[in-house]
Protein backbone atom coordinates (compact mmCIF):
# COMPACT_ATOMS: atom_id res chain seq x y z
CA UNK A 1 0.00 0.00 0.00
CA UNK A 2 2.74 2.10 0.92
CA UNK A 3 4.61 1.47 -2.52
CA UNK A 4 1.90 2.29 -4.61
CA UNK A 5 0.98 5.73 -2.67
CA UNK A 6 4.90 6.30 -3.03
CA UNK A 7 4.67 5.76 -6.80
CA UNK A 8 1.58 7.89 -7.25
CA UNK A 9 3.16 10.56 -5.50
CA UNK A 10 5.94 10.23 -8.03
CA UNK A 11 3.26 10.15 -10.84
CA UNK A 12 1.97 13.60 -9.19
CA UNK A 13 5.07 14.95 -9.56
CA UNK A 14 5.87 13.98 -13.49
CA UNK A 15 2.48 15.76 -14.40
CA UNK A 16 4.00 18.72 -12.74
CA UNK A 17 6.82 18.22 -14.35
CA UNK A 18 5.56 17.60 -18.14
CA UNK A 19 2.76 19.72 -17.74
CA UNK A 20 5.90 22.91 -16.99
CA UNK A 21 7.76 21.29 -19.72
CA UNK A 22 4.70 21.48 -22.21
CA UNK A 23 4.29 24.73 -20.98
CA UNK A 24 7.48 26.21 -21.55
CA UNK A 25 7.74 23.94 -25.35
CA UNK A 26 4.51 25.86 -26.34
CA UNK A 27 6.25 29.35 -25.46
CA UNK A 28 9.45 28.22 -27.54
CA UNK A 29 10.93 30.86 -30.01
CA UNK A 30 11.82 28.21 -32.49
CA UNK A 31 8.39 26.85 -34.31
CA UNK A 32 9.88 23.07 -34.49
CA UNK A 33 10.51 23.13 -30.53
CA UNK A 34 6.70 24.80 -30.33
CA UNK A 35 5.09 21.59 -32.32
CA UNK A 36 6.99 18.63 -31.68
CA UNK A 37 8.15 19.62 -28.17
CA UNK A 38 4.54 20.57 -27.28
CA UNK A 39 2.58 17.23 -29.07
CA UNK A 40 5.24 15.24 -27.27
CA UNK A 41 5.46 16.51 -23.25
CA UNK A 42 1.67 17.27 -24.25
CA UNK A 43 1.21 13.78 -24.75
CA UNK A 44 3.06 12.27 -21.85
CA UNK A 45 0.99 14.66 -19.56
CA UNK A 46 -2.12 13.76 -20.79
CA UNK A 47 -0.50 10.27 -20.39
CA UNK A 48 0.65 10.73 -17.07
CA UNK A 49 -2.28 12.23 -15.23
CA UNK A 50 -4.18 9.49 -16.91
CA UNK A 51 -2.31 7.15 -14.44
CA UNK A 52 -2.86 9.50 -11.98
CA UNK A 53 -6.80 9.42 -12.31
CA UNK A 54 -6.96 5.54 -12.31
CA UNK A 55 -4.03 4.53 -9.74
CA UNK A 56 -5.56 6.94 -7.79
CA UNK A 57 -9.24 5.54 -7.68
CA UNK A 58 -7.74 1.86 -8.21
CA UNK A 59 -5.90 3.08 -4.61
CA UNK A 60 -8.80 4.51 -2.83
CA UNK A 61 -11.10 1.30 -4.47
CA UNK A 62 -9.02 -1.24 -2.56
CA UNK A 63 -7.54 -0.26 0.27
CA UNK A 64 -9.74 2.58 1.66
CA UNK A 65 -13.52 0.97 0.24
CA UNK A 66 -15.04 1.90 2.91
CA UNK A 67 -16.04 -1.13 4.02
CA UNK A 68 -19.25 -2.64 6.33
CA UNK A 69 -18.30 -3.41 10.14
CA UNK A 70 -17.83 -6.30 11.25
CA UNK A 71 -20.39 -8.22 12.75
CA UNK A 72 -20.60 -9.12 16.56
CA UNK A 73 -20.67 -12.50 16.56
CA UNK A 74 -19.46 -15.80 18.42
CA UNK A 75 -19.46 -19.14 16.42
CA UNK A 76 -20.73 -21.43 18.81
CA UNK A 77 -18.28 -24.23 17.07
CA UNK A 78 -21.16 -27.03 17.37
CA UNK A 79 -20.43 -30.40 15.99
CA UNK A 80 -23.23 -30.16 13.10
CA UNK A 81 -21.61 -26.97 12.31
CA UNK A 82 -18.46 -28.29 11.73
CA UNK A 83 -19.88 -31.48 9.63
CA UNK A 84 -21.72 -28.77 7.30
CA UNK A 85 -18.54 -26.65 7.19
CA UNK A 86 -16.46 -29.89 6.32
CA UNK A 87 -18.62 -30.36 3.48
CA UNK A 88 -18.92 -27.11 2.44
CA UNK A 89 -14.93 -26.36 2.33
CA UNK A 90 -14.26 -30.02 0.96
CA UNK A 91 -16.32 -28.66 -2.38
CA UNK A 92 -14.93 -25.20 -2.91
CA UNK A 93 -12.55 -23.59 -1.00
CA UNK A 94 -10.41 -26.58 -0.66
CA UNK A 95 -9.42 -26.37 -4.67
CA UNK A 96 -7.83 -22.42 -4.34
CA UNK A 97 -6.36 -23.01 0.13
CA UNK A 98 -5.27 -26.57 -0.41
CA UNK A 99 -1.83 -27.22 0.13
CA UNK A 100 0.41 -26.76 -3.27
CA UNK A 101 2.90 -29.01 -4.77
CA UNK A 102 6.41 -28.61 -4.65
CA UNK A 103 5.91 -26.56 -8.11
CA UNK A 104 3.68 -24.14 -6.24
CA UNK A 105 0.63 -25.43 -7.74
CA UNK A 106 -2.47 -26.33 -5.75
CA UNK A 107 -3.00 -29.98 -4.41
CA UNK A 108 -6.90 -29.69 -3.84
CA UNK A 109 -5.73 -31.77 -0.88
CA UNK A 110 -5.87 -30.82 2.73
CA UNK A 111 -4.06 -29.21 4.68
CA UNK A 112 -5.25 -25.93 3.66
CA UNK A 113 -2.12 -23.93 4.06
CA UNK A 114 -2.86 -22.00 0.83
CA UNK A 115 0.18 -20.71 -1.14
CA UNK A 116 -1.09 -20.71 -4.62
CA UNK A 117 -0.17 -17.38 -6.33
CA UNK A 118 -3.28 -17.20 -9.18
CA UNK A 119 -2.63 -14.40 -10.33
CA UNK A 120 0.79 -15.46 -11.70
CA UNK A 121 -0.82 -19.18 -12.73
CA UNK A 122 -3.75 -17.39 -14.26
CA UNK A 123 -1.80 -14.74 -16.25
CA UNK A 124 -2.64 -11.86 -14.56
CA UNK A 125 1.28 -11.67 -12.43
CA UNK A 126 1.72 -8.43 -14.02
CA UNK A 127 -0.63 -6.28 -12.38
CA UNK A 128 0.71 -8.03 -8.36
CA UNK A 129 0.01 -11.42 -6.70
CA UNK A 130 -2.95 -12.80 -5.48
CA UNK A 131 -1.59 -15.89 -2.87
CA UNK A 132 -4.14 -17.89 -1.53
CA UNK A 133 -4.16 -17.75 2.66
CA UNK A 134 -3.68 -20.45 5.13
CA UNK A 135 -7.26 -21.22 6.23
CA UNK A 136 -5.78 -23.00 9.34
CA UNK A 137 -5.17 -21.75 12.63
CA UNK A 138 -1.37 -21.54 11.70
CA UNK A 139 -1.82 -18.82 9.80
CA UNK A 140 -3.20 -15.33 10.29
CA UNK A 141 -6.55 -16.39 11.26
CA UNK A 142 -5.77 -17.15 14.08
CA UNK A 143 -5.13 -13.61 14.57
CA UNK A 144 -9.09 -12.22 13.59
CA UNK A 145 -12.45 -12.29 15.49
CA UNK A 146 -15.16 -15.00 14.09
CA UNK A 147 -17.33 -11.24 13.13
CA UNK A 148 -14.01 -10.55 11.04
CA UNK A 149 -13.63 -13.94 9.33
CA UNK A 150 -17.36 -13.99 8.73
CA UNK A 151 -17.41 -10.25 6.90
CA UNK A 152 -14.11 -11.79 4.47
CA UNK A 153 -16.87 -14.24 3.45
CA UNK A 154 -19.40 -11.81 3.05
CA UNK A 155 -18.20 -8.67 2.19
CA UNK A 156 -14.53 -9.48 0.67
CA UNK A 157 -12.46 -7.33 2.95
CA UNK A 158 -9.68 -8.33 5.14
CA UNK A 159 -9.29 -7.84 8.88
CA UNK A 160 -8.19 -3.75 8.31
CA UNK A 161 -10.99 -3.47 5.53
CA UNK A 162 -9.17 -3.87 2.59
CA UNK A 163 -10.57 -5.51 -0.61
CA UNK A 164 -9.41 -8.95 -1.00
CA UNK A 165 -8.98 -8.95 -4.80
CA UNK A 166 -10.05 -12.43 -5.81
CA UNK A 167 -12.39 -13.27 -2.99
CA UNK A 168 -14.38 -10.40 -4.45
CA UNK A 169 -14.86 -12.60 -7.59
CA UNK A 170 -16.36 -15.33 -6.17
CA UNK A 171 -19.87 -15.91 -4.84
CA UNK A 172 -19.63 -16.66 -1.25
CA UNK A 173 -21.51 -13.06 -0.40
CA UNK A 174 -24.75 -15.27 -0.94
CA UNK A 175 -24.18 -18.13 1.30
CA UNK A 176 -26.06 -18.15 4.01
CA UNK A 177 -25.59 -16.57 7.67
CA UNK A 178 -25.95 -20.28 8.94
CA UNK A 179 -23.04 -21.72 6.16
CA UNK A 180 -20.93 -18.91 6.68
CA UNK A 181 -20.99 -19.79 10.69
CA UNK A 182 -20.46 -23.16 9.79
CA UNK A 183 -17.25 -22.87 7.53
CA UNK A 184 -16.05 -20.59 10.54
CA UNK A 185 -16.64 -23.63 12.80
CA UNK A 186 -14.65 -25.99 10.60
CA UNK A 187 -11.92 -23.62 10.20
CA UNK A 188 -11.25 -23.15 13.58
CA UNK A 189 -11.35 -26.77 14.37
CA UNK A 190 -8.51 -27.85 11.75
CA UNK A 191 -5.12 -28.77 13.60
CA UNK A 192 -2.49 -25.69 12.99
CA UNK A 193 -0.04 -25.81 9.97
CA UNK A 194 2.01 -23.47 8.74
CA UNK A 195 2.76 -21.90 4.93
CA UNK A 196 6.49 -21.67 3.61
CA UNK A 197 5.26 -18.51 1.41
CA UNK A 198 4.00 -15.46 1.73
CA UNK A 199 0.08 -15.05 1.32
CA UNK A 200 -2.46 -12.62 0.48
CA UNK A 201 -2.43 -10.05 -1.70
CA UNK A 202 0.67 -7.57 -3.46
CA UNK A 203 -1.07 -5.68 -5.86
CA UNK A 204 1.13 -3.25 -8.10
CA UNK A 205 0.78 0.01 -9.59
CA UNK A 206 -0.09 -1.39 -12.52
CA UNK A 207 -2.76 -3.51 -10.71
CA UNK A 208 -3.69 -0.27 -9.16
CA UNK A 209 -4.02 1.16 -12.49
CA UNK A 210 -6.29 -1.13 -13.77
CA UNK A 211 -8.63 -1.77 -10.90
CA UNK A 212 -9.39 2.46 -11.16
CA UNK A 213 -10.07 1.39 -14.96
CA UNK A 214 -12.88 -0.23 -14.16
CA UNK A 215 -11.73 -3.50 -15.70
CA UNK A 216 -12.83 -5.54 -12.68
CA UNK A 217 -15.94 -3.81 -11.61
CA UNK A 218 -16.49 -4.55 -7.46
CA UNK A 219 -19.15 -6.69 -6.13
CA UNK A 220 -20.61 -4.66 -4.20
CA UNK A 221 -21.13 -5.84 -0.36
CA UNK A 222 -23.14 -8.18 0.74
CA UNK A 223 -25.94 -8.10 2.08
CA UNK A 224 -26.91 -7.43 6.37
CA UNK A 225 -28.46 -11.46 6.64
CA UNK A 226 -28.45 -14.41 4.01
CA UNK A 227 -31.39 -17.28 4.50
CA UNK A 228 -30.63 -20.23 2.57
CA UNK A 229 -34.04 -21.20 0.72
CA UNK A 230 -35.52 -24.06 1.68
CA UNK A 231 -33.62 -27.51 1.40
CA UNK A 232 -35.02 -29.89 -1.45
CA UNK A 233 -34.95 -31.27 -4.28
CA UNK A 234 -35.91 -27.93 -6.06
CA UNK A 235 -34.38 -25.41 -8.79
CA UNK A 236 -34.18 -23.04 -6.35
CA UNK A 237 -32.31 -24.60 -3.69
CA UNK A 238 -30.00 -25.77 -6.84
CA UNK A 239 -29.09 -22.23 -7.51
CA UNK A 240 -28.42 -22.36 -3.84
CA UNK A 241 -26.13 -25.45 -4.40
CA UNK A 242 -24.44 -23.96 -7.69
CA UNK A 243 -23.16 -20.83 -5.20
CA UNK A 244 -21.38 -22.75 -2.44
CA UNK A 245 -20.65 -25.91 -4.85
CA UNK A 246 -18.53 -22.78 -6.58
CA UNK A 247 -20.14 -23.89 -10.17
CA UNK A 248 -21.74 -19.97 -10.79
CA UNK A 249 -17.84 -18.29 -10.00
CA UNK A 250 -16.99 -20.46 -13.27
CA UNK A 251 -20.16 -20.69 -15.07
CA UNK A 252 -21.56 -17.04 -14.94
CA UNK A 253 -24.33 -15.95 -11.80
CA UNK A 254 -26.69 -17.79 -14.06
CA UNK A 255 -25.15 -20.71 -15.25
CA UNK A 256 -25.41 -19.53 -18.86
CA UNK A 257 -21.61 -19.75 -19.38
CA UNK A 258 -18.98 -16.80 -19.38
CA UNK A 259 -16.89 -14.85 -22.18
CA UNK A 260 -13.12 -15.02 -22.62
CA UNK A 261 -11.87 -12.23 -20.42
CA UNK A 262 -8.82 -10.94 -18.42
CA UNK A 263 -10.32 -13.42 -15.25
CA UNK A 264 -9.76 -16.69 -17.34
CA UNK A 265 -10.80 -17.80 -20.62
CA UNK A 266 -14.75 -18.50 -21.71
CA UNK A 267 -16.14 -21.32 -19.67
CA UNK A 268 -19.18 -22.45 -21.49
CA UNK A 269 -22.66 -23.19 -20.72
CA UNK A 270 -23.61 -26.71 -19.23
CA UNK A 271 -27.20 -26.03 -19.36
CA UNK A 272 -27.67 -27.83 -23.17
CA UNK A 273 -26.06 -30.78 -22.33
CA UNK A 274 -27.59 -31.39 -19.52
CA UNK A 275 -30.77 -30.71 -20.81
CA UNK A 276 -30.71 -33.60 -22.99
CA UNK A 277 -29.46 -36.29 -19.85
CA UNK A 278 -31.97 -37.69 -17.58
CA UNK A 279 -30.96 -37.38 -13.64
CA UNK A 280 -29.05 -40.34 -13.72
CA UNK A 281 -26.81 -39.66 -16.59
CA UNK A 282 -26.25 -36.12 -14.90
CA UNK A 283 -25.33 -37.88 -11.75
CA UNK A 284 -22.79 -40.35 -13.39
CA UNK A 285 -21.15 -37.63 -15.34
CA UNK A 286 -20.61 -35.93 -12.43
CA UNK A 287 -19.43 -38.45 -10.31
CA UNK A 288 -17.32 -40.11 -13.06
CA UNK A 289 -15.83 -37.14 -14.54
CA UNK A 290 -16.76 -38.21 -18.25
CA UNK A 291 -19.51 -36.77 -20.43
CA UNK A 292 -22.41 -38.78 -22.11
CA UNK A 293 -20.16 -39.13 -25.12
CA UNK A 294 -16.78 -40.29 -23.67
CA UNK A 295 -15.08 -36.94 -23.69
CA UNK A 296 -13.48 -36.86 -20.03
CA UNK A 297 -14.07 -33.22 -18.26
CA UNK A 298 -10.84 -30.81 -18.82
CA UNK A 299 -8.47 -30.37 -16.01
CA UNK A 300 -10.03 -26.84 -15.84
CA UNK A 301 -13.43 -28.23 -14.90
CA UNK A 302 -13.20 -29.35 -11.27
CA UNK A 303 -15.64 -32.09 -11.32
CA UNK A 304 -13.84 -34.24 -8.37
CA UNK A 305 -15.60 -31.34 -6.01
CA UNK A 306 -18.99 -32.01 -7.20
CA UNK A 307 -18.64 -35.65 -7.52
CA UNK A 308 -18.63 -35.40 -2.99
CA UNK A 309 -21.99 -34.06 -3.37
CA UNK A 310 -24.77 -35.50 -1.81
CA UNK A 311 -27.79 -37.01 -3.85
CA UNK A 312 -29.97 -34.49 -2.93
CA UNK A 313 -27.94 -31.74 -3.44
CA UNK A 314 -26.80 -33.02 -7.05
CA UNK A 315 -30.63 -33.40 -7.61
CA UNK A 316 -31.31 -30.32 -6.88
CA UNK A 317 -28.56 -28.78 -8.97
CA UNK A 318 -30.02 -30.91 -11.50
CA UNK A 319 -33.72 -29.61 -11.19
CA UNK A 320 -31.81 -26.30 -11.44
CA UNK A 321 -29.74 -26.71 -14.47
CA UNK A 322 -32.71 -28.62 -16.22
CA UNK A 323 -35.29 -24.93 -15.40
CA UNK A 324 -35.48 -21.77 -17.14
CA UNK A 325 -32.42 -19.81 -16.21
C1 LIG B 1 -10.86 -19.55 -6.93
C2 LIG B 1 -9.94 -19.59 -5.80
C3 LIG B 1 -10.47 -19.40 -4.40
C4 LIG B 1 -11.52 -20.07 -3.80
C5 LIG B 1 -12.41 -21.16 -4.39
C6 LIG B 1 -11.58 -19.58 -2.43
N1 LIG B 1 -10.62 -18.63 -2.23
FE1 LIG B 1 -10.25 -17.65 -0.47
N2 LIG B 1 -8.75 -16.60 -1.36
C7 LIG B 1 -8.33 -16.74 -2.67
C8 LIG B 1 -7.25 -15.79 -2.92
C9 LIG B 1 -6.49 -15.61 -4.22
C10 LIG B 1 -7.03 -15.10 -1.72
C11 LIG B 1 -6.01 -13.98 -1.47
C12 LIG B 1 -6.71 -12.66 -1.37
C13 LIG B 1 -7.48 -12.33 -2.62
O1 LIG B 1 -6.88 -12.06 -3.67
O2 LIG B 1 -8.72 -12.36 -2.56
C14 LIG B 1 -7.99 -15.62 -0.76
C15 LIG B 1 -8.08 -15.21 0.55
C16 LIG B 1 -8.90 -15.77 1.51
C17 LIG B 1 -8.91 -15.41 2.92
C18 LIG B 1 -7.97 -14.41 3.57
C19 LIG B 1 -8.64 -13.12 3.81
C20 LIG B 1 -7.74 -12.11 4.45
O3 LIG B 1 -8.22 -11.50 5.40
O4 LIG B 1 -6.61 -11.91 4.01
C21 LIG B 1 -9.85 -16.18 3.52
C22 LIG B 1 -10.24 -16.18 4.98
C23 LIG B 1 -10.44 -17.02 2.50
N3 LIG B 1 -9.85 -16.74 1.29
C24 LIG B 1 -11.43 -17.95 2.76
C25 LIG B 1 -11.99 -18.76 1.78
C26 LIG B 1 -13.05 -19.71 2.05
C27 LIG B 1 -13.63 -20.02 3.41
C28 LIG B 1 -13.38 -20.27 0.85
C29 LIG B 1 -14.48 -21.26 0.56
C30 LIG B 1 -15.81 -20.89 1.02
C31 LIG B 1 -12.50 -19.68 -0.17
N4 LIG B 1 -11.69 -18.76 0.44
C32 LIG B 1 -12.51 -20.03 -1.50
C33 LIG B 1 -8.85 -17.63 -3.61
C34 LIG B 1 -9.91 -18.49 -3.41
C1 LIG C 1 -13.04 -23.50 -11.91
C2 LIG C 1 -14.09 -23.30 -12.85
C3 LIG C 1 -15.27 -24.24 -12.91
C4 LIG C 1 -16.08 -24.63 -11.86
C5 LIG C 1 -15.97 -24.25 -10.40
C6 LIG C 1 -17.10 -25.46 -12.43
N1 LIG C 1 -16.91 -25.60 -13.78
FE1 LIG C 1 -18.03 -26.72 -15.06
N2 LIG C 1 -16.72 -26.30 -16.56
C7 LIG C 1 -15.65 -25.46 -16.49
C8 LIG C 1 -14.96 -25.45 -17.76
C9 LIG C 1 -13.71 -24.64 -18.08
C10 LIG C 1 -15.67 -26.31 -18.61
C11 LIG C 1 -15.32 -26.66 -20.06
C12 LIG C 1 -14.35 -27.80 -20.10
C13 LIG C 1 -14.99 -29.12 -20.20
O1 LIG C 1 -16.09 -29.23 -20.81
O2 LIG C 1 -14.43 -30.10 -19.67
C14 LIG C 1 -16.78 -26.83 -17.83
C15 LIG C 1 -17.72 -27.75 -18.30
C16 LIG C 1 -18.86 -28.13 -17.61
C17 LIG C 1 -19.91 -28.97 -18.15
C18 LIG C 1 -19.94 -29.55 -19.56
C19 LIG C 1 -20.51 -28.55 -20.51
C20 LIG C 1 -20.54 -29.08 -21.92
O3 LIG C 1 -21.45 -28.66 -22.64
O4 LIG C 1 -19.65 -29.87 -22.30
C21 LIG C 1 -20.85 -29.12 -17.17
C22 LIG C 1 -22.14 -29.93 -17.25
C23 LIG C 1 -20.39 -28.40 -16.02
N3 LIG C 1 -19.17 -27.82 -16.31
C24 LIG C 1 -21.07 -28.30 -14.82
C25 LIG C 1 -20.54 -27.74 -13.66
C26 LIG C 1 -21.19 -27.81 -12.35
C27 LIG C 1 -22.52 -28.45 -12.06
C28 LIG C 1 -20.34 -27.18 -11.47
C29 LIG C 1 -20.48 -27.04 -9.97
C30 LIG C 1 -20.57 -28.25 -9.23
C31 LIG C 1 -19.19 -26.72 -12.24
N4 LIG C 1 -19.35 -27.08 -13.56
C32 LIG C 1 -18.12 -26.03 -11.70
C33 LIG C 1 -15.25 -24.73 -15.39
C34 LIG C 1 -15.79 -24.85 -14.11
Known amino acids: MIGNIFILVVVIALVILFGWLTYRAVRAQKLWVKIVGGLLAGLLTLILAAMVFMGGKGIAVTYFPDEPAAPNLTVAGTPEQIVRGEYLVSLSCVGCHGAVDTSGNPSGELPLTGGWNIAATEGFGFMGSMVTENLTPGGKLAGYSDGELFRVLRHSVDQEGVKLGFMDFLPYKELSDADTEAII ?45 PEGETAEYGQYVATFGECRGCHG ?3 TGTEASMAGPAVPNPR ?48 YLTAEP
Not at 283 to 312: H, V
Open 185 to 229: AYLRSLEPAETAVTTGDNMNFVGAVLTGSGMFPPSGWGAETVTAP
Open 253 to 255: PEM
Open 272 to 319: PLVGELDQAAFFTMMRSGTKPDGTPFLETMPWQNAAKMTDSDLAALYA
